[in-house]
Structures are given as C-alpha cells and as structure tokens.
C-alpha cells in the first residue's frame, strides 16, 4: 500500500507564489514518474507537470514558464513551486505516483493525494 500526503496549497493574491510538496510512504521499491493534476469546479482534471526518475519534466502550455516540478528521490517526494499565479490557476491539486513496489519490473502501482485546495484571489 502506498500513500500520498500533500501539503502547501492555500488562498494567495494574483501574482503571489505557492510552493506545494508530496510525500509518498509505504510499499515502495522505488518510483517512477511522479506529478501533479488539477480539477476546477465544472472541468476536467488536467495535467500540470510529470517529472521522471531521471529529472525530464512536462508541462502544458498554460503553467510553461511558471510552474516548476522537482523531486527528492532520498525522500520520496515531490515540489511543485508556483510562481506568477492568477485566478484561472485556482483548482483542487492532485499528487500522482508511479509506484514500484517490488523487485520484479512488473510490481507497480499508482497512487493519488487526497488534494489540496489553491485559490487564487484577483
């Protein structure tokens, strides 16, 4: 069983920054890719940033240039700092992981945060 705890997320003014973090505990063997989703009242959960075990990121054209994803694979844990924040970025926050939890290739999982709220007032 593996789990993910976040923390970070909160109410800033447009323009502010928020940094958010995600440890995952439990079953783990190592980790794959880690990343992070968000969900806006009335939308589509989406994709805001994927970072590898090797450190190669992803990001949509909507948070590009402002949103940065690193990891600490020591900790199993992964940051999300967001810089140059306005209202269209409010959403609940998701953490994703590709787990392995075993010595075989195969033993994977993936698991989710519970979320975590950012609003972002105008």
């Known amino acids: 069983q593996v789990q993910l705890v976040e923390s970070g997320g909160g109410l800033v003014q447009a323009g502010g920054s928020l940094r958010l973090s995600c440890a995952a505990s439990?079953?783990?063997?190592?980790?794959?890719?880690m990343g992070w989703y968000r969900q806006a009242p009335g939308k589509q959960r989406e994709l805001v940033a994927t970072?590898?075990?090797?450190?190669?990121?992803n990001y949509p054209d909507s948070v590009k240039g402002r949103f940065t994803i690193s990891r600490d694979n020591a900790k199993n844990t992964t940051y999300l700092q967001m810089n140059s924040l306005n209202p269209e970025d409010t959403a609940v926050y998701y953490c994703?992981?590709?787990?392995?939890?075993?010595?075989?290739?195969?033993?994977?999982?993936?698991?989710w945060g519970q979320g975590t709220q950012v609003t972002v007032s105008s």
């Open positions: 970072i590898t075990s090797g450190g190669s990121t």
């Open positions: 439990g079953r783990i063997f190592s980790i794959n890719t």
């Open positions: 994703n992981a590709n787990v392995r939890t075993g010595v075989r290739t195969y033993y994977y999982t993936t698991a």
